[in-house]
């Protein structure tokens, strides 16, 4: 798994250096990570609502969810966020093949719409067929 993720930020980040108009990758590849792993949490926070009890929700519960979202995006910062680490990651992986290039492409790309995309389609999918 550390190597999925090791080859997800060199992808993320290798496409963020090719662009064109950005001037921070680094920023660019922690928000994206942000992102699809606020849809992760959003999704496992919507299935502990759903399972549990309406009456033993907190009251006011958006407050402390708005609290912890502002914390876990921050977190981001501080776990991914390491200068040595991001030149070694081009270098771990730059004498992939194109093969190797377009295999790897697929399963970020995957990983990345399937992260977003499916989350809300299994949301909406467990919201109308499962939860009624």
Same mark, same amino acid.
Request: hydrophobic share 50%; proline share 2%; net charge positive.
């Given at each position: 798994?550390?190597?999925?993720? !090791?080859?997800?930020?060199?992808?993320? +980040? &290798? =496409?963020?250096? $090719?662009?064109?108009?950005?001037?921070?990758?680094?920023?660019?590849?922690? *928000? &994206?990570?942000?992102?699809?792993?606020?849809?992760?949490?959003?999704?496992?926070?919507?299935? /502990?609502?759903?399972?549990?009890?309406? $009456?033993?929700?907190?009251?006011? =519960?958006? $407050?402390?969810?708005?609290?912890? /979202?502002?914390?876990?995006?921050? !977190?981001?910062?501080? *776990?991914?966020? $390491?200068?040595?680490? =991001?030149?070694? +990651?081009?270098?771990?992986?730059?004498?992939? &093949?194109?093969?190797? !290039?377009?295999?790897?492409?697929?399963?970020?790309?995957?990983?990345?719409?399937? !992260?977003?995309?499916?989350?809300? =389609?299994?949301? +909406?999918?467990?919201?109308? +067929?499962?939860?009624?």
């Amino acid at each position: 798994m550390r190597r999925f993720y !090791s080859y997800l930020i060199y992808k993320l +980040y &290798t =496409w963020a250096l $090719n662009g064109s108009g950005y001037n921070t990758p680094i920023f660019n590849v922690i *928000v &994206t990570l942000a992102c699809v792993h606020s849809f992760q949490l959003i999704f496992l926070m919507f299935i /502990a609502f759903k399972c549990l009890p309406a $009456n033993t929700h907190l009251s006011g =519960w958006l $407050n402390y969810v708005a609290i912890l /979202a502002i914390l876990f995006l921050i !977190s981001h910062y501080y *776990v991914f966020y $390491n200068k040595e680490r =991001w030149e070694g +990651y081009v270098k771990e992986f730059e004498n992939e &093949t194109p093969k190797q !290039s377009l295999k790897g492409k697929i399963y970020v790309l995957s990983y990345l719409i399937g !992260s977003t995309i499916g989350v809300i =389609w299994l949301m +909406y999918f467990m919201s109308v +067929y499962l939860f009624k």
